[in-house]
T-cell receptor
Framework: DAGVIQSPRHEVTEMGQEVTLRCKPI?????LFWYRQTMMRGLELLIY????????DSGMPEDRFSAKMPNASFSTLKIQPSEPRDSAVYFC?????????????FGPGTRLTVL | AQSVTQLDSQVPVFEEAPVELRCNYS??????LFWYVQYPNQGLQLLLK??????LVKGINGFEAEFNKSQTSFHLRKPSVHISDTAEYFC????????????FGSGTKLNVKP
């Protein structure tokens, strides 16, 4: 398996523009997670899905952020409009829903820079 | 509430020296503990995990960690580091019944010098 795939790897945009980050989880995994990593706040969980349904979005910073999972193999995280403080590395991760605690597998991340 | 504290933001060490990266957690319920490693420009990879049983856990690349309930710690150790161990290390905890909600520490950058 190719692992969790994220695109683009790098994104530079101007303040006010819409940004869409994409994620393909590992085939067969039914949990998908979006994280944000910054120097100031470390690694934060934004939202996670189970079987394409959002379960916990309490980490989404504000209404400018939205996430969707239209099918089991694709998810997007959208920021509209983007602001400089959104600059961060965004990670997607996926896991299996076996009994008990399951390892999360992370993608390589998307480095977002908002000018 | 659950939280994870990594006391050292950076740890410089010479090659072949031992290293310990510290992690403390706070939780009033049973916990499950993890160490992840992030190499430059890559995502996080699982290094080791403690779910139950023996408090000494061995992971990949010669790392090990010990769960100490009385001190609420889960420190990561390696007896002899290599240049290739240079990376950022994250401690994480799951507490209670939500097995999908990881709480990560702020990370420790390990810099191994020749």
């Amino acid at each position: 398996d190719a692992g969790v795939i994220q695109s683009p790897r790098h994104e530079v945009t101007e303040m006010g523009q819409e940004v869409t980050l994409r994620c393909k989880p590992i085939s067969g995994h039914d949990y998908l997670f979006w994280y944000r990593q910054t120097m100031m706040r470390g690694l934060e969980l934004l939202i996670y899905f189970n079987n394409n349904v959002p379960i916990d979005d309490s980490g989404m910073p504000e209404d400018r952020f939205s996430a969707k999972m239209p099918n089991a193999s694709f998810s997007t995280l959208k920021i509209q409009p983007s602001e400089p403080r959104d600059s961060a590395v965004y990670f997607c991760a996926s896991s299996l829903s076996l009994q008990g605690v399951n390892e999360q597998f992370f993608g390589p991340g998307t480095r977002l820079t908002v000018l | 509430a659950q939280s994870v504290t990594q006391l050292d933001s950076q740890v410089p060490v010479f090659e072949e020296a031992p290293v310990e990266l510290r992690c403390n957690y706070s939780s009033s319920v049973s916990v499950y503990l993890f160490w992840y490693v992030q190499y430059p420009n890559q995502g996080l990879q699982l290094l080791l995990k403690y779910l139950s049983g023996s408090t000494l856990v061995k992971g990949i690349n010669g790392f090990e960690a010990e769960f100490n309930k009385s001190q609420t710690s889960f420190h990561l150790r390696k007896p002899s580091v290599h240049i290739s161990d240079t990376a950022e290390y994250f401690c994480a905890v799951i507490a209670g019944n939500n097995f999908n909600k990881f709480y990560f520490g702020s990370g420790t950058k390990l810099n191994v010098k020749p």
